[in-house]
């Protein structure tokens, strides 16, 4: 292990060299690779899906296909069409004893990346990575080794023709022996991001001796108001929630104004066809009991809440108040993504003001909270932490910065 991290590093100081013309390049070879190996890569994650249940809520993100592919090659394309974030004059001053002085953007070096059932991830940290001038280390899970196996050597092989280092994207070993050695290289990781699921992201807070950035774990509400649009409501709700449930920005709890108990049948209504179990409080449950599937209804206990489900599963709570509703999200946010549905601009701004999440939404699914759909292309993670970055990570949040002085023989007294 410790050979490959020297290979990492070693290689990540040839990145400098490289001109974003040639980066771009690469890229764009990287995003037509995938599209002319789909079907090798589509066979690999084949060999993963088989060995996972289909009914594990991780199963939907493990699973790629030819449209999630042309997906993934599309965002490629993204990140190249993106301004360089590297050698950006972040603050520049003349001193009165003629020294210059200028805070310049600049990479981290070499990124871990550690995530679980998802082998788009290896293709969005690649391409963030190369974009932002850094070398990326690839811990995947074992649930997607196949399918990460043959996305990380279709990348080298375009690295190789490149005639640029391949150790800038290393894969290592699936087991936990790696993943230990990986969050103790302090000589040679500049960052670890994990992503995945909350007990990866504490597992990884807790036993890193290198700089962490928290990212994934989703408990995300939507707050519908007592002046709250029923159809645009009721849209934005099962949008939110059934979309795609396994990722963390689905919805997992909706918060509703006692004054729109009366509407709650029809806010659900959508949500009877993706079968999505409802766990109500008292109140919800009577408005829901006769006017929802009996067998999707269930009554809701204090547990219910805080829990990120990954499932077609959502809880509902009735609220007093914008304040009682805000008051809840500080609770049981894991202040990911939150929503408020409502005309009312005195209790917009109020939700805007003090709740604490890295995205806060007025009459918007929380489904938007993505690097892409932010105008960021691919996204490395989303960050839920308030150091360095917050919300969609992408070539910004992907350097850090060194200071640049030029003088003319001057000596400090």
């Known amino acids: 292990m410790k050979t490959i991290f020297e290979s990492v590093l070693s290689a990540s100081r040839t990145l400098n060299l490289l ?14 690779k995938a599209e002319a190996e789909t079907q090798s890569i ?4 084949q060999k993963d899906l088989k060995r996972m249940d289909s009914a594990d809520p991780k199963y939907d993100r493990l699973k790629l296909t030819e449209d999630r592919i042309k997906d993934i090659a599309a965002d490629i394309r993204n990140v190249t069409l993106l301004p360089s974030p590297l050698g950006r004059q972040l603050m520049g001053v003349e001193r009165p004893n003629g ?14 990346i550690i995530y679980e059932a998802r082998p788009n991830v290896s293709f969005d940290v690649f391409s963030l990575c190369l974009k932002s001038g850094n070398a990326c280390i690839l811990k995947g899970g074992s649930d997607a080794h196949d399918s990460n196996t043959v996305i990380v050597g279709l990348i080298r092989s375009v690295l190789e023709s490149f005639d640029i280092d391949p150790n800038v994207c290393t894969l290592l070993p699936a087991d936990r022996e790696a993943t230990a050695q990986l969050l103790n290289a302090v000589e040679y990781v500049d960052l670890i991001i994990p992503r ?14 290198i700089p962490v950035i928290e990212t994934g774990a989703g408990v995300c509400h939507t707050y519908f108001d007592a002046s709250g649009n029923l159809e645009h409501g009721a849209a934005i709700v099962c949008n939110a929630k059934t979309r795609r449930v396994s990722v963390c920005n689905a919805l997992d709890c909706l918060l509703l104004h006692e004054s729109r108990l009366g509407d709650l049948a029809a806010i659900c209504a959508p949500m009877k066809e993706s079968n999505v ?27 219910s809440y805080g829990i990120e489900f990954l499932d077609y599963i959502m809880a ?10 805000i008051e809840h999200v500080a609770k049981h946010s894991s202040k990911h993504s939150e929503t408020i549905i409502s005309e009312d601009d ?9 709740v604490d999440a890295a995205c806060v939404y007025t009459n ?33 949040e992907l350097t850090s910065y060194k200071w640049i002085i030029k003088g003319d023989g001057q000596i400090r007294a």
């Open 19 to 32: 001109d974003n013309e040639t980066i771009n390049q690469v890229l764009l070879a990287v995003a037509a």
């Open 42 to 45: 589509l066979a690999a994650n």
């Open 99 to 112: 020294l210059t002085i200028s805070k310049v953007s600049v990479p981290f070096g070499v990124i871990g």
């Open 196 to 209: 995945g699921s909350s007990s990866l992201i504490n597992f990884v807070r807790e036993n890193a001796r």
């Open 277 to 303: 179990t409802i766990y109500a409080d008292q109140r919800a449950y009577d408005a829901l009991n006769g006017n929802y599937p009996a067998g999707l209804l269930k009554p809701a206990t204090e547990e």
């Open 316 to 325: 509902v709570k009735t609220v007093a108040s914008v304040h009682e509703a």
């Open 346 to 354: 005195a209790n917009i701004a109020l939700y805007d003001k003090m």
């Open 364 to 396: 918007v699914s929380t489904a938007f909270t993505d690097g892409a759909q932010f105008g960021l292309g691919a996204e490395i993670g989303i960050s839920t932490q308030k150091l360095h970055a917050r919300g969609p990570m992408a070539l910004e």
